[in-house]
């Protein structure tokens, strides 16, 4: 747990993706231009992340506009990096 806390802690793209996703599924479109990063960083990031289970993609079949919601680990993660960076 301590090396996904540090994961999320060390990358500002994937913990701004991580608060994003707090409030309702997004698309990596999205996402992008509300953390103002380009799409395919944004992309390389959620896949980081699903594959350390803190994000999930709910449409896998979907080629374009894929939606991504946080997982119940990524919440935890998430509240445990807010208390230390706040």
């Known amino acids: 747990m301590k090396e996904l806390l540090s994961y999320v802690l060390s990358g500002r793209i994937?913990?701004?993706?991580?608060?994003?996703l707090q409030e309702?599924?997004?698309?990596?479109?999205?996402?992008?231009?509300?953390i103002q990063t380009h799409q395919s960083t944004t992309s390389r990031a959620l896949a980081d992340l699903e594959k350390q289970s803190l994000v999930k993609c709910?449409?896998?079949?979907?080629?374009?506009s894929r939606l991504y919601a946080i997982t119940e680990r990524g919440?935890?993660?998430l509240q445990k990096?807010?208390?230390i960076i706040k």
């Open 14 to 20: 994937r913990r701004k993706i991580l608060q994003s």
């Open 24 to 34: 309702v599924e997004k698309t990596p479109t999205i996402l992008a231009k509300e």
């Open 58 to 64: 709910l449409t896998p079949n979907v080629k374009l």
């Open 75 to 77: 919440k935890k993660i």
């Open 81 to 83: 990096v807010n208390k």
